[in-house]
Nanobody, 123 residues
Framework: QVQLVESGGGLVQTGGSLRLSCAASGRTFNRYAMGWFRQAPGKQRDVVAVISRSGGTYYADSAKGRFTISRDNAKNTVYLQMNSLKPDDTAVYYC?????????????????WGQGTQVTVSS
């Protein structure tokens, strides 16, 4: 069993930055691919960025060039550095874990979800 706890959300102005963190419980963190998703009001949950067990990364088009996903296996933590934020980035951001990247990229079944952290970007 893995528990995921996100933090770092908040209110920021357009052009600002935030760094989200997702801390995972357990000793098997390095066996999971990790992903960040977001869901805006009235919209579906979409993938933002994914990082494999070995550090390979994938970004949604909306995140390319502005967001960076990273992981620290010693701290059981995955990060999402978000720069040049826009009002369209406003959403609840969720952390997810699954043994392989496939489900994170394809919208398949994900093993574990965090509770989410709100990011609000004001214009």
């Amino acid at each position: 069993q893995v528990q995921l706890v996100e933090s770092g959300g908040g209110l920021v102005q357009t052009g600002g930055s935030l760094r989200l963190s997702c801390a995972a419980s357990g000793r098997t963190f390095n066996r999971y691919a990790m992903g960040w998703f977001r869901q805006a009001p009235g919209k579906q949950r979409d993938v933002v960025a994914v990082i494999s067990r070995s550090g390979g990364t994938y970004y949604a088009d909306s995140a390319k060039g502005r967001f960076t996903i990273s992981r620290d296996n010693a701290k059981n933590t995955v990060y999402l550095q978000m720069n040049s934020l826009k009002p369209d980035d406003t959403a609840v951001y969720y952390c997810a874990a699954t043994p392989s990247m496939g489900p994170l990229l394809s919208g398949g079944a994900v093993d574990y979800w965090g509770q989410g952290t709100q990011v609000t970007v004001s214009s």
